[in-house]
Structures are given as C-alpha cells and as structure tokens.
C-alpha cells in the first residue's frame, strides 16, 4: 500500500505539472505506517546447538563461517579461495551472487560491502578442512569438475542454489530444535553474540 501510494503520489505530481489537476489528491491521503519487524536472532546456546546439528555435512563451513563473520548469504555463495588468505587469517568480500536465474556474480550490495574480515583461528581451521574436502571431493569427479573458484560448491564444483541453501538451512534448524531464522539473518545473530 505504502508503494503504490508513492507512486501515486509521483504520477499525480507529474499530472498537477503538466496543468491537468489543480492539485495532488494523493496527498490527502494517509498512508499506512511501515512497522520494521525485529530482526531474529539466536541466543548463544542456540547458535551452539545449530553449529553441532550441521558437523559433518559437506558444507558445515558455510555456516560456520556465516555465523563468524556475519556475511550475507550472497557474499558466501560468492566467495572465491583467491578472496581467502588462510595464512593471514584475512577473507575479502569483493563480489556477491546477484538474485534470479543462473550464477550471475556481481559488486557487493554498497561500497562499504567490500571490505577486508580477520578470521579467528577457528574460522581458518574450518576453511583448511573445507578446502581438503573440496580438493577430495575434485579428485574424485576428475574431469567432471566444474571449476569455478568457489569457496562453497556443489560435488561437481558449481555454484550452489539459494533454494537448496535455504532448504538445508531449515533442516538443520529443524534438527538443532532453533528459531527458523533465514540464512541471510544469521548475520544479526553474528552481531548480537560479538555484542554479548
């Protein structure tokens, strides 16, 4: 309601310009007020409980990783090894995965979105284990391997599906007995533990 009464508003102001109302009646109306929804989080124990359901799936660095760093989903499914430096313990936000059909990469969301992440010693152990899986996980598929650079692939090394990463999300919600939050909020569950 609060767009369409702005884009009445805009196409009644074009229309009072080119002299064909005397006035904007849009503006005597009274939009609804927008009421932001508070951002869920996870309690810490609860973001423990979610970090010991997904140990051992091939992706368990995925959220172990958004959960540290609070990167945005798009961020993740983005990020390549060369934006990783393990040996300084330093990850480089320089691209996003971009919404809509295919793996179409682009920019981050804003300028302030490309910045440079210290990772903890635990966050750097996770992606060492994560790059060896990779690496098995491309050996095996030979020739059949995609090789698209990608931090956080399929087996076969392409890039992975918002829609699986959001189905797998909620499982382990599911499993962890956690709030079902989206994959994209866990980054304000990030910035309520590093408040704590």
């Known amino acids: 309601v609060r767009y369409l009464h702005n884009l009445l508003l805009a196409m009644f102001a074009q229309a009072v310009r080119w002299d064909i109302l005397q006035r904007n009646p849009a503006e005597l109306a009274d939009p609804p007020q927008i009421v932001q ?20 799936h091939r992706l368990a660095a995925f959220w172990a ?8 989903q798009g961020e993740l499914l983005a990020l390549r090894w060369r934006d990783v430096d393990l040996r300084r313990g330093t990850l480089t936000v320089a691209q996003a995965r ?32 994560h790059h060896a899986l990779q690496m098995r996980e491309r050996l095996r598929e030979g020739p059949a391997w995609v090789d698209t650079g990608l ?3 399929t087996r076969e090394g392409r890039p992975l599906l918002d829609s699986n990463m959001r ?15 989206p994959p994209h909020d866990m980054r304000h569950t990030n910035a309520a533990l590093l408040f704590q």
């Open 37 to 56: 929804a508070e951002k869920s989080v996870w309690t810490e124990e609860q973001a423990a409980r979610f970090i010991a359901a997904i140990q051992g």
């Open 65 to 72: 990783v958004a959960l540290v760093t609070g990167l945005r």
């Open 98 to 129: 971009k919404r809509g059909e295919g793996a179409r990469f682009g920019p981050p969301k804003s300028r302030r979105s490309r910045r440079v992440l210290s990772l903890d010693e635990q966050a750097v152990a996770v992606l060492r284990q």
């Open 151 to 153: 931090v956080f692939t």
């Open 167 to 181: 189905r797998l999300h909620n499982q382990f919600c599911a499993q962890a007995g956690v709030p079902r939050i």
